[in-house]
């Protein structure tokens, strides 16, 4: 299932927001993966350097173009399972709330980043229902977008804080690296 690269774990409260019933909704605190490698897709935080950041972005951005020519790109492997489009459209909109962040956390003193529930996304931005080669067009803008972002980060702006409403917090450097293992591992997901 998707991975939850932002939010806190979801308030487990009824809400009216729109969600669809065959995908079960990521609740999962992913930031262990800041501390060991993930045995899923290999991604180990430990090794990436800051420097490379930008590179890995733009490495997976690329794939993900290949991934979305295959004419089966819309359909899902099974009824509870996103099809790579809609990862794709998942991996678009992380890097554009990523963006968000990185740029909050240069511009403010440990900002407290806004909740995003990735599954409500999903059905908002209608996931299922958009053209493969539009997504692949938006992920790619998307992923150099940040990825510059990145790049521009110098010195001591690696160290510099924001937080998630439950506490998590992170730095320039960590979020770098919880992001990429987001998009790595959903890159994983569809291969
Ligand atoms: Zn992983």
């Known amino acids: 299932m998707s991975s939850d690269p932002t939010a806190a774990p979801a308030p487990a409260s009824?809400?009216?927001s729109p969600r669809d019933?065959?995908?079960e909704p990521d609740t999962k605190d992913w930031t262990w993966v800041l501390e060991r490698p993930c045995p899923d897709c290999g991604f180990d935080a430990g090794?990436?350097?800051r420097d490379g950041v930008g590179d890995r972005l733009l490495a997976n951005a690329?794939?993900?173009r290949g991934v979305l020519e295959d004419p089966d790109a819309a359909?899902?492997?099974a009824p509870h399972i996103w099809s790579p489009v809609e990862y794709a459209c998942h991996v678009r909109d992380v890097h554009r709330v990523f963006g968000e962040r990185l740029r909050m956390m240069l511009a403010v003193d440990y900002p407290l980043f806004e909740n995003w529930d990735q599954d409500v996304a999903a059905v908002?931005?209608?996931y299922g229902d958009q053209r493969a080669a539009s997504v692949a067009d938006d992920l790619v803008s998307a992923a150099e977008a940040v990825a510059a972002t990145y790049v521009s980060v110098e010195g001591p702006q690696w160290d510099r804080q924001g937080r998630r409403s439950n506490g998590s917090e992170f730095t320039i450097e960590t979020i770098a690296r919880y992001h990429l293992h987001d998009i790595e591992h959903h890159l994983h997901d569809v291969s």
């Open 62 to 64: 690329s794939a993900w």
């Open 21 to 23: 019933p065959s995908i």
């Open 124 to 126: 908002e931005g209608a």
């Open 14 to 16: 009824a809400d009216e």
């Open 47 to 49: 090794q990436v350097s």
């Open 75 to 77: 359909v899902r492997p």
